[in-house]
């Protein structure tokens, strides 16, 4: 089992930034996959950023590239990322998952652990 909690959520203006980090413990976190998910309220979980294993391959949405920047340290079990330029669009709750895998996958359906989220607002 691996568990996941995030953390870093908050109130950002819009243009402002906000760090989400995610605590992984159970499986030492260099055999898994990564990723941030959000979802907005009426909205389908939608895939944010991802990030395999080991190596460092990321994916981004497209609506989240040269903004949101998602890094890991496997020494201390920590997943992040980093918003910057924050838009109205991007409030929603985000959920890191992880997957029992080293290759990155961005469908909600991949993911086998998720954390309970952490709400992001941002106020125009």
């Known amino acids: 089992q691996v568990q996941l909690v995030e953390s870093g959520g908050g109130l950002a203006e819009a243009g402002g930034s906000l760090r989400l980090s995610c605590r992984a413990s159970?499986?030492?976190?260099?055999?898994?996959?990564m990723a941030w998910f959000r979802q907005a309220p009426g909205k389908e979980r939608e895939f944010v950023a991802a990030?395999?294993?080991?190596?460092?391959?990321?994916e981004y949405a497209d609506s989240v590239k040269g903004r949101f920047a998602i890094s890991r340290d496997n020494n201390r079990q920590m997943l992040y990322l980093q918003m910057n330029n924050l838009e109205p669009e991007d409030a929603a709750v985000y959920y890191c998952?992880?997957?029992?895998?080293?290759?990155?996958?961005?469908?909600?359906?991949?993911?086998?652990?998720w954390g309970t989220g952490t709400l992001v607002t941002v106020s125009s």
């Open positions: 998952a992880a997957r029992l895998s080293l290759t990155l996958k961005t469908s909600p359906d991949d993911m086998r652990y």
């Open positions: 159970g499986r030492p976190m260099n055999n898994l996959a």
């Open positions: 990030i395999q294993g080991i190596g460092g391959k990321e």
